[in-house]
Structure formats: C-alpha cells, structure tokens
C-alpha cells in the first residue's frame, strides 16, 4: 500500500500540489479500502502502488489546490502559483486505462470537466 510519505511526494514532485499532510493521509486510508479488490482482479504490486497513487492524488486534490508555477530563493525568495490546467482530467484517463476492473472507480469519482451538456430546442 502507498504511504502518505509517497502520496505527498508525488503531489509534491510530479504534480507541483501542495496539499495539507491530514487531506493526505485521509486520500491513502480511502484508497486502502480497495487493496482487495485490487488483489481479486489479480494486478501486479507495481500496478497497485500507481492504482493507489494516481488515485490518492485525484481525491486529496480534488478542491482544486494551487499548483506551484515557478520558484525562486538565494533570498530574493519568491514562488508562484497557477490553478488547475487539466492535469487531473489527464490522470482520470492514466488511472482508468491502468484500472480496467475499475477498483478505485466509485472513489474518485467522475470527471467535473467531462460535464453533460443539455440543449432545448
């Protein structure tokens, strides 16, 4: 199972969200639920842990954190940050090729930028 060490390193590192330590550990305790039907559809360990990942991130940034844009330092410190790009959306896509037997699926729910669109006419 993914530890939040690794969850918050990924949010961190790959993603550039910075999401509070307590949402984090909340996102692996909901996606642990899902270790065993994880194991029943018969995944690999690896693909377990980037089930676990990608899902853990989807649900703790959910509240559409910032995201870091650029940094700075040598004391003339400075960081800023831009809002959601679609990068979520592209992670909903990695984690339902890789999550075909759909285990994590009714916990992260679906996609709020694949919105219906109704017409009357």
């Known amino acids: ?12 590192q790959a993603l550039g969200v910075s999401v509070p ?25 690896s693909d377990q842990l980037l089930i676990q990942t990608y899902a853990v991130a ?11 844009n650029s940094q700075g330092a040598a004391s003339g410190a400075s960081r800023s940050f831009k809002n959601e790009d679609g990068a979520l959306s592209a992670l909903r896509r990695s984690l339902a090729a890789l999550d075909t ?3 994590v699926t009714a916990l992260v729910g679906p996609d709020p930028s694949a919105a219906t669109l109704f017409m009357v006419v």
Do not use: H, K
């Open 1 to 12: 199972m993914i530890t939040s060490t690794q969850a918050q390193e990924y949010l961190d």
């Open 21 to 45: 330590g307590f949402i984090v550990d909340a996102a692996v305790a909901t996606v642990a639920t899902a270790e065993t039907a994880m194991a029943d559809a018969g995944y690999s360990s």
């Open 58 to 68: 989807i649900i703790a940034a959910a509240g559409n954190p910032r995201r870091i």
């Open 101 to 103: 037997a759909g285990t």
